[in-house]
Structure formats: structure tokens, C-alpha cells
């Protein structure tokens, strides 16, 4: 089984911080390129963060320095830190994984691309109010 599974989300206020989380299977972890996604309602799903198999991160310029994700290993779990968030990060926030399509097989060729990736959980809502 290789669906991610998010939690996490809930509603804050303008400036306010949340915790995502997403469990992975261990096979995933180790073979597998991550991504957090997010959807806004009537908008296209966007790349939030892409994570190599090596650690590295591409984040999207909307939530550099702002957003940081990380993962623990023993757990299976990925995380993404929001901090200072914006009534524009309102969407269903979504964990995918998937072969990594660059040279080596250890990165995406393009992290923040949706179409990158093959296994997605079913979301978590994350709700910013001003």
C-alpha cells in the first residue's frame, strides 16, 4: 500500500502556524521522490514542496521561507512546517510520492509538477482566515 495518508489541517488565523504530517509506507520512503501539493477550490492543484531521495527540496516560491519540510525516518513520516500563513494558503493540502524520473533516479525532473507523481492521499483542508 502506497498511499500516503495527510493530517494535520485545521483553521488559523492570518500569521498563525500549522503542522502537516504524512505517513508513508517505508518503501516509499526510501525508493520514492515526495511531494506536498495544495488545491484551492476552481484552481488548478499546485506544487508546494518537492523532496528528493537524497533529502534535497524545491519549494514553491510562494512559500519559501516560509514553509519547511522535513521527515523522521524511524516514523515514516514526512512533515511540512507552514508558519506565517496567509488567507491565500487556504486548499487541500496533498502528500504524493512517486519514481523519481531524474538522471540517477533520485530527484524529479520537475518536483512541482503534479503529473510527477503516481500514489496521492485523499488530502487534509487547511483553512486561513484575515
Known amino acids: 500500500q502506497e498511499q500516503p495518508v495527510e493530517s494535520g489541517g485545521g483553521s488559523v488565523q492570518s500569521g498563525g502556524s500549522l503542522r502537516l504530517s504524512c505517513g508513508i509506507s517505508e518503501y516509499s520512503r526510501r525508493n520514492y521522490c515526495l511531494g506536498w501539493f495544495r488545491q484551492a477550490p476552481g484552481k488548478e492543484r499546485e506544487g508546494v514542496v518537492g523532496?528528493?531521495?537524497?533529502?534535497?527540496?524545491t519549494y514553491a516560491d510562494s512559500v519559501k521561507g516560509r514553509f519547511t519540510v522535513s521527515q523522521d525516518n524511524a516514523k515514516n513520516t514526512m512533515y511540512l512546517q507552514m508558519n506565517d500563513l496567509k488567507p491565500e494558503d487556504t486548499a487541500m493540502y496533498f502528500c504524493?510520492?512517486?519514481?523519481?524520473?531524474?538522471?540517477?533516479?533520485?530527484?524529479?525532473?520537475?518536483?512541482?509538477?503534479?503529473?510527477?507523481?503516481?500514489?496521492w492521499g485523499l488530502g487534509t483542508q487547511v483553512t486561513v482566515s484575515s
Open positions: 523532496v528528493s531521495t537524497d533529502g534535497g527540496t
Open positions: 504524493a510520492a512517486g519514481r523519481c524520473s531524474g538522471s540517477g533516479g533520485y530527484y524529479m525532473l520537475f518536483p512541482l509538477i503534479r503529473h510527477e507523481y503516481s500514489f
